[in-house]
Nanobody, 115 residues
Framework: QVQLVESGGGLVQSGGSLRLSCAAS????????MGWYRQAPGKQRELVAT???????TYEDSVKGRFTISRDNAKNMVYLQMNSLKPEDTAIYYC?????????WGQGTQVTVSS
């Protein structure tokens, strides 16, 4: 079992920045991929960014150049730095952990961007 707890969400004006954090605990092993997903009202959950334990990253096209994912393997933490936020970034953001066939999700943190 891996438990994930997100923090750092909130209300920000368009063009502002937020930094999300996710703390992983439990049976956290190397070779995992951690990431951030988001779900806006009435929409499906979508991938935002992922990062492997070796630091290889992927991003959804709409956040490239604005968001940066990073992780601290020693602390079992993953972060999402979000800059130049837009109203369409408003969603619940979920942290994820996956390794082999196992996956876990956090409870989510709300990000609201006002215009």
């Amino acid at each position: 079992q891996v438990q994930l707890v997100e923090s750092g969400g909130g209300l920000v004006q368009s063009g502002g920045s937020l930094r999300l954090s996710c703390a992983a605990s439990g049976n956290v092993f190397g070779g995992s991929t951690m990431g951030w997903y988001r779900q806006a009202p009435g929409k499906q959950r979508e991938l935002v960014a992922t990062i492997t334990s070796r630091g290889i990253t992927t991003y959804e096209d709409s956040v490239k150049g604005r968001f940066t994912i990073s992780r601290d393997n020693a602390k079992n933490m993953v972060y999402l730095q979000m800059n130049s936020l837009k109203p369409e970034d408003t969603a619940i953001y979920y942290c994820s952990y996956s390794r082999l066939s196992f996956a876990s999700w956090g409870q989510g943190t709300q990000v609201t961007v006002s215009s």
